[in-house]
């Protein structure tokens, strides 16, 4: 059993967001907390955007003479009452220590790490109906996927949350199928945080491989750096909790099934898990068309490199590691994942076999939850073209002039001809 730390509080773990992913998250780390209870506190919360869904019939649950299966059901309840995600990961026992929670400001109330889980496109949204509601100290760990891109920007959606919540934020991002992640079948990923100065004062002895490897007094630092080369005013944690660093992100997140690696390059962490969906597509394309496996062989070298090659335009004092990009999880594995069973390889592949939009395939095929690719593409190309750098992408190009039916997917080769 393990012995109580010298600390007055734990930390209070929630995940805001209950998808396939999502709920995903919440198992693992569910796990994780029961079993150290001298670093967490064991519920862990998990903000469920609430719709009534019924029970399938070809589900363990499923009782004929129940109101609960036969009905429409708030799906909080009836994840609470069968510890089961039924609509969106279903066949998955979820530990009884995760709490399904219909309201986003009580689940995040007191907890000093938020595990952001959706969408993209509703992440501002969110952030919205949290400001003024959590810890002014908590930290916060994004497993969103993309990046936020405009015409004329484009930021990690780490450092979103982090402006919007005025909290540090990492990231966490690799070669995760959700379904196989939940299933318990063997992956790795990869945690980029890179600790806060006046968290990373806590301790005189580093707990991980810490960043910064001074010996300076930072009790008084209260500024962090952005990859954009700004600073963030943060609040440091108080003293009565656990330090947040490597080691304890390690423990949240590792299972046996799950590995976890550690690292402080947020910014490719983030570029990867996003700009990877992008070069799932065009795999998905070239798949779709049985063109073979050293067509997706191309398809990926050529989409790694755009994707380094990304990173280094756009962050250039963020940082960033090109051997993030090839040695980690979240870099080159996700990659190959992604480009191999994803949901946006999939789904491209399907819209070259039906001979229909991808928009299409999702709309009919995913149960109401989005392809990130979609968007990550047609912002990204919207951000490269209003610096005249298209040409520079050309594979990113081609996924949107194909998403746009402005090419066909048997237009890649001559694309991507150098």
């Not at 005189?204 to 963030?232: F, I, Q, Y």
């Not at 190009?397 to 998403?403: A, D, S």
Request: aromatic share 6%.
């Amino acid at each position: 059993m393990a012995t109580l730390a010298p600390y007055e509080k734990r930390h209070k773990v929630t995940v805001l967001g209950s998808g396939n992913w999502g709920s995903t998250i919440a198992k693992l780390v569910a796990e994780n907390t029961a079993e150290h209870p001298e670093l967490f506190e064991r519920d862990v919360q998990m903000w469920v955007f609430e719709e009534e869904v019924t029970v399938p019939e070809s589900s363990k649950h499923y009782n004929a003479a129940s109101d609960m299966c036969t009905k429409p059901q708030k799906l909080t309840d009836i994840i609470n009452t069968f510890h089961e995600n039924v609509k969106y990961l279903p066949n998955i026992k979820l530990p009884d220590n995760v709490i399904a929670n219909p309201s986003v400001q009580d689940a995040a109330k007191n907890s000093t790490i938020l595990i952001f889980n959706l969408p993209h496109q509703f992440i501002n949204k969110l952030c919205s109906q949290l400001t003024g509601h959590i810890l002014p100290y908590a930290r916060g760990v994004s497993c969103i996927k993309g990046v936020n891109v405009t015409s004329s920007d484009v930021s990690l959606f780490s450092e979103s949350i982090a402006a919007k919540l005025g909290i540090y934020c990492g990231a966490l991002s690799g070669a995760n199928i959700a379904t196989e992640v939940a299933q318990e079948k063997f992956s790795e990923t990869t945690v980029a945080y890179d600790p806060p100065p006046m968290d990373s004062s806590r301790t005189a002895t580093p707990r991980g491989p810490s960043p910064h490897g001074s010996h300076t007094d930072l009790t008084a630092l209260t500024e962090k750096s952005t990859s954009a080369g700004g600073t963030m005013k943060l609040r440091a944690l108080p003293d009565s909790f656990p330090p947040l660093d490597h080691e304890t992100l390690h423990t949240l997140f590792h299972r046996p099934y799950f590995h976890v690696h550690v690292i402080s390059d947020v910014t490719a962490v983030s570029l990867s898990g996003a700009l990877k969906n992008v070069v799932a597509l065009a795999a998905g394309f070239v798949a779709g068309l049985q063109w073979g496996d050293n067509a997706k062989a191309a398809i990926m070298r050529v989409g790694l490199l755009e994707m380094v090659k990304f990173g280094h335009m756009f962050f250039p004092n963020s940082g960033l590691k090109t051997e993030t990009f090839t040695v980690e999880s979240a870099g080159v594995a996700d990659l190959i994942t992604s480009c191999s069973g994803g949901r946006n390889y999939r789904c491209a592949k399907m819209a070259v076999e039906k001979g229909v939009s991808v928009d299409v395939v999702e709309r009919e095929e995913l149960n109401g939850q989005v392809l990130q690719g979609l968007g990550t593409a047609r912002e990204v190309n919207a951000f490269l073209t209003a610096r005249g750098k298209e040409a520079e992408f050309p594979l990113m190009t081609g996924v949107y002039k194909i998403l746009q039916g402005e090419a066909q997917p048997t237009d890649i080769p001559k694309m991507i001809q150098t």
